[in-house]
């Protein structure tokens, strides 16, 4: 049985949900240990009720650990998964090291779950922009065959952490009070700001950022033929990224049957009244586990296109609530067997 857990990188934000979420989800474990860096260790938490101190993480933190769910940084991933897996520990990883690694599953559980079967002890999460992005795109690609994507991102200071957050809160103080601030998360100001940039240069004009949302949505749907064309854009957000979305498909899909399609999915919140100004906001979606699409609408510059607005809470879905989810998937596998 997958019963003991441990949980790496445990005091981060992502690190702090994830705990919320498995109590709140009543995640079944026999016992769970918290890890994260040296500097953390020996901090005390509290988890369902019980206080827990934190371990410094090692490579033998993982000895009779079944799962463990990691949010760090890409170095300490490509350290600490081989430890785990080498413990008999299947990980969950949070960061962009493994994802691409051809024997490593990238998995969203709405859209490929039957992926966790090919694991070899490590299964990544997906960029938390992409993970909203094919959940609204996975009953539509079911449904007419989606070609192309065209997708510009709005994302939120809370996917730089906390020094984002204080870039954006700080910064619009100090700007609102003519004050000078020196920048700790960003290259520019974002308060009152965008930043068309997330990631470093990387291919013909696009960012890390921007890349990581062509090659992971292609390998989550198992299909190179999908073509994507991102734009990744910083916005004076503190939470939740927003997205909006044009998806050509084989076959036309028109706005009432993709609202159809949206409102039966697993995950998908429709909030779609124009007239009445009901759409999606970053303010009314943080918080909360599900994606949320509004606007769904036609593409008026091509024949098959459909194109819509797509909010998620980058640090839930986009982080904490995905790694979870695919722990309970590993959990219901076991139980079928």
């Not at 859209?111 to 609204?136: L, Y």
């Not at 819509?308 to 998937?329: H, M, P, Y």
Request: aromatic letters at 6%.
């Amino acid at each position: 049985m997958y019963e003991n857990l441990a949980i790496v990188g445990a005091t981060g934000a992502v690190g702090r949900l994830i705990r919320q979420l498995l109590e709140e989800r009543k995640f079944p474990y026999k016992t769970i240990k918290f890890l994260a860096s040296k500097r953390s260790a020996g901090t005390e938490l509290t988890f369902n009720g019980a206080t827990h101190t934190v371990e410094e993480l090692t490579p033998d933190s993982f000895e009779g650990i079944d799962i463990a769910i990691g949010s760090t940084p890409d170095e300490a991933a490509a350290e600490f998964a081989p430890w785990a897996v080498k413990a008999g520990c299947i990980v969950i990883d949070e960061s962009g090291y493994w994802r691409m690694k051809e024997d490593v599953p990238l998995v969203v559980p709405e859209v490929n779950p039957e992926a966790i079967e090919n694991h070899k002890g490590i299964i990544s999460s997906p960029n938390c922009s992409t993970t909203q992005m094919v959940v609204a795109m996975k009953p539509l690609h079911d449904a007419g065959k989606i070609k192309r994507v065209i997708v510009s991102t709005y994302q939120a200071t809370s996917g730089a952490g906390v020094v984002g957050e204080e870039d954006l809160i700080e910064g619009a103080k100090a700007v609102l009070k003519g004050e000078a601030y020196e920048n700790k998360a960003f290259s520019h100001q974002i308060a009152f700001n965008l930043i068309p940039q997330i990631g470093s240069e990387k291919y013909e004009g696009y960012t890390s950022e921007e890349m990581k949302m062509v090659h992971e949505t292609q390998k989550i749907f198992g299909d190179d033929s999908i073509k994507v064309c991102p734009t990744c854009v910083r916005v004076p957000v503190t939470n939740c990224h927003s997205e909006t979305i044009m998806v050509e498909t084989e076959r036309p899909i028109s706005p009432a049957e993709a609202r159809e399609l949206f409102e039966k999915t697993d995950g998908i919140t429709v909030i779609d009244n124009l007239g009445a100004g009901e759409y999606p906001m970053p303010k009314d979606c943080t918080n909360k586990n599900d994606v949320f699409i509004g606007r769904i609408r036609k593409d008026l510059s091509c024949e098959n296109g459909l194109t819509f607005w797509c909010v998620s809470d980058n640090l839930r879905k986009g982080a904490a609530t995905n790694a979870v989810q695919i722990a309970e998937l590993l959990v219901r596998s076991q139980a079928a067997v």
